[in-house]
């Protein structure tokens, strides 16, 4: 486990002065006419995320300004640690522009690092938090979001089905929560179909994850992740191109082992279950093929139209064993298609909900965290782009249009007892760096959903 950057003991810490952008000529107005000159010398510009090292009167960096958006965001702090020396800081915030735990929570997300095949870099610069409740916080979401990171950034040769169940079993442990798990040819024992042909080609046997924890008489919360651990596509094999980032096609899996993961540490009132059908979709003699039809948990047959539409099958069945206890808050997440991502772009997760006051609190919460969400549409009259002449429902739309709502629409098709469901289809990955958010593999809404739920759920 990598140490925290956040440290309670202010002592010997430099202050980064924290100023709002529309704040700034005020600020400099109120500075002694050596650091206004230092500014100016260096061309420094006031713009939101900018920061400057200030001299302290021995000449060495005494100090730093870092100029915030209005209002203020934990991605402003998450512009520091990237631009200061090492060593000790501590936030001089006097207009209270960041909460606390928001402002820690961002300066430790900048210090998150994957560093699983490389050698260790420096330490990054730490943090002086003397806040305790803001730092337990922070620390507890900066750890989930980084186990969820490290999940999908690990190759599939190093995370495979089993290796996901092992990471899910080390937080159950750690969390005091049931774990169990069914595997291989158990599957079809015990009615998982779906998920064993999935996963049927592959020498790692596809298996169902389950966490549970929590009193039995509080709230249900039931969450679900897709955990393809690599996407070859099947027999509708993709082309190379769209396999080099296939390793994060379990990032709903991750992210929602990650919410767990805060969940359990925040210690929410709530009955929490996590199901995971962790697979690989592979090419061999076991493989699913185009035009099979295959009958689901439920007792549904599905057509395959499509072997590469492989996450809704695997969901589907995970959705019906949650449906059937009727949560009162149901959520999955999947990386689930390229076509959310050609209309919304990798940074915004496409949001399906029946429910209109789910969809505002999600939608707020988003909004709350500077992490939104888009809602697209369950259009009904696109279902008939799912119909099959030799079964109950085909897995692949006929029609290469609005191929994120009719893979939303297939799900929905296997959750008809609860109301309170929401379906999100996410990206998982950083395709660039960012304050905060690093290249690579991220846990995609984790924080609006985790402040939604809080809300929900709130004593």
């Known amino acids: 486990m990598r140490p925290s950057p956040l440290v309670a003991d202010p002592h010997g810490s430099r202050p980064v002065h924290l100023v709002p952008v529309g704040a700034f000529p005020a600020w400099l107005d109120a500075q002694p006419g050596s650091r206004r000159a230092w500014l100016d010398s260096i061309g420094f510009k ?26 203020a965001t934990l991605w402003d702090t998450a512009a520091a640690p990237s631009a200061l ?4 800081w501590r936030l ?16 430790a997300l900048a210090c998150y690092r ?17 806040d305790a ?10 750890g989930a979001i980084g186990f969820a990171r490290d999940l999908v950034n690990t190759p599939a040769n190093d995370l495979g089905p089993a290796e996901l169940e092992a990471a899910a079993a080390a937080l159950a442990l750690e969390a005091g929560a049931a774990f169990s798990s069914i595997v291989g040819e158990a599957l079809l024992e015990q009615n998982w179909p779906l998920v064993h042909a999935v996963g049927a080609a592959s020498p790692r046997p596809p298996r169902l994850i389950e966490l549970v924890w929590g009193e039995p008489g509080a709230p249900k919360l039931t969450l679900v992740g897709k955990g393809v651990c690599f996407d070859t ?35 929410l009132s709530v009955r929490l279950r996590v199901l995971i059908p962790a697979v690989e979709n592979a090419v061999g003699g076991r493989a699913f093929r185009p035009g099979d039809v295959l009958r689901s948990r ?36 999947a990386t689930l298609t390229g076509a959310a991502r050609v209309a919304l772009g990798p940074e915004l997760p496409a949001l399906f909900t029946p429910d209109d006051a789910l969809a505002r609190e999600l939608l707020e919460a988003g909004e709350r965290t500077a992490e ?38 297939f799900l929905k098709e296997f959750v008809v007892e609860t109301r309170a469901w929401a379906h999100l289809d996410i990206f998982g990955w950083n395709d660039e760096s960012r304050p905060g958010r690093p290249r690579g593999g991220e846990a995609t809404a984790l924080r609006p959903l985790l402040a939604a739920i809080e809300r929900r759920f709130a004593g």
Do not use: C, H
């Open 46 to 71: 006031a713009e939101p995320g900018k920061l400057a090292l200030l001299p302290g009167p021995d000449g060495a960096v005494g100090a730093a300004l870092l100029i915030t958006a209005e209002p």
């Open 372 to 409: 939104p969400l888009w809602r697209l549409p369950l259009y009904a009259p696109y279902r008939r782009y799912l119909d099959s002449k030799l079964a109950d429902i085909n897995n692949a739309g006929q029609k290469n249009f609005a191929g994120a709502i009719t893979a939303a629409l």
């Open 133 to 142: 409740a803001a730092r337990s916080r922070a620390e507890v979401v900066a």
């Open 298 to 333: 439920k007792g549904r047959t599905v057509e395959i139209g499509n072997t590469d539409a492989e996450g809704r099958l695997i969901l589907a069945d995970a959705l019906v064993e949650a449906d059937g206890e009727r949560p009162n808050l149901l959520i999955d997440a």
């Open 233 to 267: 596509g099947g027999l509708d094999i993709k082309p190379s191109s769209a396999m080099l980032l296939m390793k994060k096609d379990m990032a709903g899996a991750a992210l929602m082992l990650g919410l767990a993961k805060a969940i359990t540490g925040l210690g």
């Open 85 to 88: 020396p090492a060593g000790l």
């Open 92 to 107: 001089d915030d006097p207009t209270g522009a960041l909460d606390p735990a928001e402002a820690a929570l961002g300066w």
């Open 114 to 130: 994957f560093e699983r095949y490389r050698k260790p870099g420096d330490p990054p610069p730490r943090l002086a938090v003397p």
